[in-house]
């Protein structure tokens, strides 16, 4: 099991982080002219504009003819370093921060000042509020194992010990919580290492909640919530060898 005792937040010298995503489901859909006026209201804050979408190939094999149906489509908004993102879908806004990632209070200003200039409230109700952290954590080689990860994550895999350390692995952990209405999905592999000498493990911390206030500042209460959960989670998973990693 893993635990969520509440641990003291660090902010540490390197933090481990390559992705934050915060992501707000919305109860009504946009057309596309309304995504494109959308986009255009955030366009000095993200350069560059660029439609992106997912395509289905349909083979109809008596008629020996294939057909791309468009399955949906999206504006994606960065910034000209390509670090901030901005995804917005017909029922979607997705912010996105890319490594280095500073604070969560220069992430989060970035999203309330989209939500104010987008006029996203009151006309538009958010049914479901996501936040996702994704982590690398870059470990000492060790011979053919993954630098005997247990050392590093409190959580894993319970195997017996006739079985030897492994090369590689993954886990993925469900569960709801009581004391945020949410619930979390937990996830960590062996990653392509990008730092010599060294074996990179992830960590992917997902947190969804489906009830969402009406009230605006009641769901951005939520929103910080959620982030403090993140957090505790995070300082529960990880063990002090991992943090001497991240204040180097």
Same mark, same amino acid.
């Given at each position: +099991?893993?635990?969520?005792?509440?641990? $003291?937040?660090?902010?540490?010298?390197?933090?481990?982080?390559?992705?934050?995503?915060?992501?707000?489901?919305?109860?009504?859909? /946009?057309? *596309?002219?309304? =995504?494109?006026? !959308?986009?255009?209201?955030?366009? &000095?804050?993200?350069?560059?504009?660029?439609?992106?979408?997912?395509?289905?190939?349909?083979?109809?094999?008596?008629?020996?003819? %294939? *057909?791309?149906?468009?399955?949906?489509?999206?504006?994606?908004?960065?910034?000209?370093?390509?670090?901030?993102?901005? /995804?917005?879908?017909?029922?979607?806004?997705?912010?996105?921060?890319?490594?280095?990632?500073?604070?969560?209070?220069?992430?989060?200003?970035?999203?309330? =000042?989209?939500?104010?200039?987008?006029?996203?409230?009151?006309? =538009?109700?958010?049914?479901?509020?996501?936040?996702?952290?994704?982590?690398?954590?870059?470990?000492?080689?060790?011979?053919?194992?993954?630098?005997?990860?247990?050392?590093? /994550?409190?959580?894993?895999?319970? +195997?017996?010990?006739?079985?030897?350390?492994?090369?590689?692995?993954?886990?993925?952990?469900?569960? =709801?919580?009581?004391?945020?209405?949410?619930?979390?999905?937990?996830?960590?592999?062996?990653?392509?290492?990008?730092?010599?000498?060294?074996?990179?493990? +992830?960590?992917?911390?997902?947190?969804? %909640?489906?009830?969402? $206030?009406?009230?605006?500042?009641?769901?951005?209460?939520?929103?910080?919530? /959620?982030?403090?959960?993140?957090?505790?989670?995070?300082?529960?998973?990880? !063990?002090?060898?991992? &943090?001497?990693?991240?204040?180097?």
């Amino acid at each position: +099991m893993l635990e969520t005792e509440s641990k $003291p937040v660090t902010c540490y010298k390197a933090p481990p982080i390559t992705e934050a995503v915060v992501e707000m489901h919305f109860g009504d859909v /946009l057309s *596309e002219s309304a =995504r494109k006026r !959308t986009s255009g209201k955030v366009a &000095r804050f993200y350069p560059t504009e660029v439609q992106e979408g997912l395509i289905n190939l349909q083979l109809n094999p008596a008629a020996r003819k %294939a *057909e791309f149906i468009d399955e949906d489509k999206w504006l994606k908004r960065a910034t000209e370093d390509q670090t901030e993102i901005l /995804l917005i879908k017909s029922n979607v806004l997705t912010w996105s921060q890319l490594a280095p990632y500073a604070t969560w209070d220069q992430f989060s200003e970035r999203i309330r =000042r989209d939500i104010d200039v987008i006029a996203v409230r009151p006309r =538009r109700i958010v049914t479901r509020i996501g936040m996702r952290y994704i982590n690398r954590i870059d470990i000492p080689a060790s011979g053919d194992s993954v630098g005997q990860y247990e050392g590093y /994550l409190q959580g894993g895999i319970s +195997m017996p010990p006739i079985i030897p350390p492994p090369s590689a692995y993954t886990w993925h952990y469900e569960t =709801r919580h009581e004391d945020v209405p949410c619930r979390s999905v937990i996830k960590s592999a062996t990653v392509i290492p990008i730092v010599p000498n060294t074996n990179a493990i +992830m960590l992917d911390i997902d947190l969804i %909640a489906d009830v969402v $206030p009406a009230r605006f500042e009641e769901m951005w209460e939520l929103l910080q919530q /959620l982030r403090h959960l993140k957090n505790t989670l995070f300082e529960s998973i990880i !063990t002090d060898k991992a &943090r001497e990693i991240f204040s180097s």
